[in-house]
T-cell receptor, first 112, second 115 residues
Framework: KNQVEQSPQSLIILEGKNCTLQ??????????LRWYKQDTGRGPVSLTI?????NTKSNGRYTATLDADTKQSSLHITASQLSDSASYIC???????????FGAGTQVVVTP | GAVVSQHPSWVICKSGTSVKIECRSL??????MFWYRQFPKQSLMLMAT?????????EQGVEKDKFLINHASLTLSTLTVTSAHPEDSSFYIC???????????FGSGTRLTVV
């Protein structure tokens, strides 16, 4: 069973609207959680990284939150653009450069 | 920032032949390289971890004799798919740890199609 669950599996949003992606994990121990953006046919690119003590982290129009107590994270995309169409992957690491678990990703499609 | 250059970006080969995929770290030394496979609409699946100067560590279920990994230098790691079959058709990606803030830097991926 995957220890990192992402939802929804996919979503379609209108350009300019906001959306929120969810990541729930059971990975333990916990070191950090990263959100990556993967364009179709390309390698993932890091958006944010959060450690146990961090609750929120922003990168432009992307804002990630982390609740280490409930083991939940979210990625909020503000004022979506067509270029935001991609797969967003949540990755949880158990120690500094140790074992990590990938979520299955959320496919986001932004339409005009 | 750090860049991992992956080549080729796509390759079509005949069944039974071998294909080599290269990942080079630019402007940094990669003592470790992770190799993944990704099928359409699925998540990245770790295949193996290569360490410069030593044997690669393969994940359960990955045939080490079929997916040969070489990490002979601090800037180059290669994955060779030997005796490729159509079921090996997939998207292969490498990544290297590049620092706390950047995390893992990924290559741009290689689309392998075996016909």
């Amino acid at each position: 069973k995957n220890q990192v669950e992402q939802s929804p599996q996919s979503l379609i949003i209108l350009e300019g609207k906001n959306c929120t992606l969810q990541c729930n994990y059971t990975v333990s121990p916990f070191s950090n959680l990263r959100w990556y953006k993967q364009d179709t046919g390309r390698g993932p690119v890091s958006l944010t990284i959060m450690t146990f003590s961090e609750n929120t982290k922003s990168n432009g129009r992307y804002t990630a939150t982390l609740d280490a107590d409930t083991k939940q994270s979210s990625l909020h995309i503000t004022a979506s653009q067509l270029s935001d169409s991609a797969s967003y992957i949540c990755v949880v690491t158990t120690d500094s450069w140790g074992k990590f678990q990938f979520g299955a990703g959320t496919q986001v499609v932004v339409t005009p | 920032g750090a860049v991992v250059s992956q080549h080729p970006s796509w390759v079509i080969c005949k069944s039974g032949t071998s294909v080599k995929i290269e990942c080079r770290s630019l402007d940094f030394q990669a003592t470790t390289m992770f190799w993944y496979r990704q099928f359409p609409k699925q998540s990245l699946m770790l295949m193996a971890t290569s360490n410069e100067g030593s044997k690669a560590t393969y994940e359960q279920g990955v045939e080490k004799d079929k997916f040969l990994i070489n990490h002979a230098s601090l800037t180059l790691s290669t994955l060779t798919v030997t005796s490729a079959h159509p079921e090996d058709s997939s998207f292969y990606i490498c990544s290297a740890p590049t620092g706390w803030r950047e995390g893992y830097t990924f290559g741009s991926g290689t689309r392998l199609t075996v016909v």
